[in-house]
T-cell receptor
Framework: DAKTTQPNSMESNEEEPVHLPCNHSTISGTDYIHWYRQLPSQGPEYVIHGLTSNVNNRMASLAIAEDRKSSTLILHRATLRDAAVYYCILSRTMNRDDKIIFGKGTRLHILP | DVKVTQSSRYLVKRTGEKVFLECVQDMDHENMFWYRQDPGLGLRLIYFSYDVKMKEKGDIPEGYSVSREKKERFSLILESASTNQTSMYLC?????????????FGPGTRLTVT
């Protein structure tokens, strides 16, 4: 399975944009990029996913490098509620049998 | 609002006991999953199911079994609990045709085996 590399932790100020990087240099052409986050004392929640093009939704934006070897999750205006562990995950396909493998993620601290 | 519920937030059991962890989802999802989460190891998949009475082993199935008699309910069973099964257990569900796309997670059950 292709592997992802993320910084262990990051800090950002409240109300500023946050860019969370993820490296996946061994990504294959059919791998989807998914982001989940886990708030304290909660289960993970889906944030966003993409294949080749940049993606936006109500929670965040996903910027995917042209060679797809890296991606960045963008929170446009961080709030204290965004303090969480963010996981970048690859899946080979979108099939039901494809397993999800969570790495250690990036712990994001938001400073008031 | 979509919901995945787990029977207990905290559970303490003794070594050798049989333990049942229940998970219920109200979204009519076909796919359901059990993970455990440990510090430094992240989330690891134990078992998953993509239909009633169907089950597939994940990465660490040893010491566990599962049951899916109804679509909305997926149970994780520890036949004889051991201290190394002390962990946070997370249930998730998703809709087909995708397995990992937009999984909805429950709040977790923190199990302590003494």
């Amino acid at each position: 399975d292709a592997k992802t590399t993320q910084p262990n932790s990051m800090e950002s100020n409240e109300e500023e944009p946050v860019h969370l990087p993820c490296n996946h240099s061994t990504i294959s052409g059919t791998d989807y990029i998914h982001w989940y986050r886990q708030l304290p004392s909660q289960g993970p929640e889906y944030v966003i996913h993409g294949l080749t093009s940049n993606v936006n939704n109500r929670m965040a934006s996903l910027a995917i490098a042209e060679d797809r070897k890296s991606s960045t999750l963008i929170l446009h205006r961080a709030t204290l509620r965004d303090a969480a562990v963010y996981y970048c995950i690859l899946s080979r396909t979108m099939n039901r049998d494809d397993k999800i493998i969570f790495g250690k993620g990036t712990r994001l601290h938001i400073l008031p | 609002d979509v919901k995945v519920t787990q029977s207990s937030r905290y559970l303490v059991k003794r070594t050798g006991e049989k333990v049942f962890l229940e998970c219920v989802q109200d979204m009519d999802h076909e796919n359901m999953f059990w993970y455990r989460q440990d510090p430094g190891l992240g989330l690891r998949l134990i078992y998953f199911s993509y239909d009633v009475k169907m089950k597939e082993k994940g990465d660490i199935p040893e010491g566990y079994s599962v049951s899916r008699e109804k679509k909305e309910r997926f149970s994780l069973i520890l036949e004889s609990a051991s201290t190394n099964q002390t962990s946070m257990y997370l249930c998730a569900s998703s809709s087909p045709p995708t397995g990992i796309y937009e999984q909805y997670f429950g709040p977790g059950t923190r199990l302590t085996v003494t």
